[in-house]
Nanobody, 120 residues
């Protein structure tokens, strides 16, 4: 089970840190990903991290502004978002899967999303 939190309303240029807490004892064996979905748009890949945290992957639209990390001792993955833009407004979802991918279909488990709204 995955539970995302940390969303909110922020002004453009601001920062937010999203968290995703996972239950279970095999957290470190899963790739973790963050996706987002804006109204009227398809769900899109944001970032992913390997099970041991050694590999990270980012969408071009967020690279340089977003950092994904994880704490396996806490079964938690984070998404630090800086220099937020209005176009970052979306519901953000965390997901877990056996391999890293930008394709949402590669992930087996999904949490409920957390809303991020960036005002201009």
């Amino acid at each position: 089970q995955l539970q995302a939190s940390g969303g909110g309303l922020v002004q453009a240029g601001g920062s937010l840190r999203l968290s995703c807490a996972a239950s279970g004892r095999t957290f470190s064996s899963y790739f973790m990903g963050w996706f987002r979905q804006a109204p009227g748009k398809e769900r899109e890949f944001v970032a992913a991290i390997s099970g041991d945290g050694s590999g990270t992957y980012y969408a071009g639209s967020v690279k340089g502004r977003v950092t994904i990390s994880r704490d396996n001792a806490k079964n938690t993955v984070y998404l630090q978002m800086n220099s937020l833009k209005p176009e970052d407004t979306a519901v953000y979802y965390c997901a877990a899967g056996p391999r890293g991918s930008t394709d949402a279909r590669a992930y087996d488990y999904w949490g409920r999303g957390t809303q991020v709204t960036v005002s201009s």
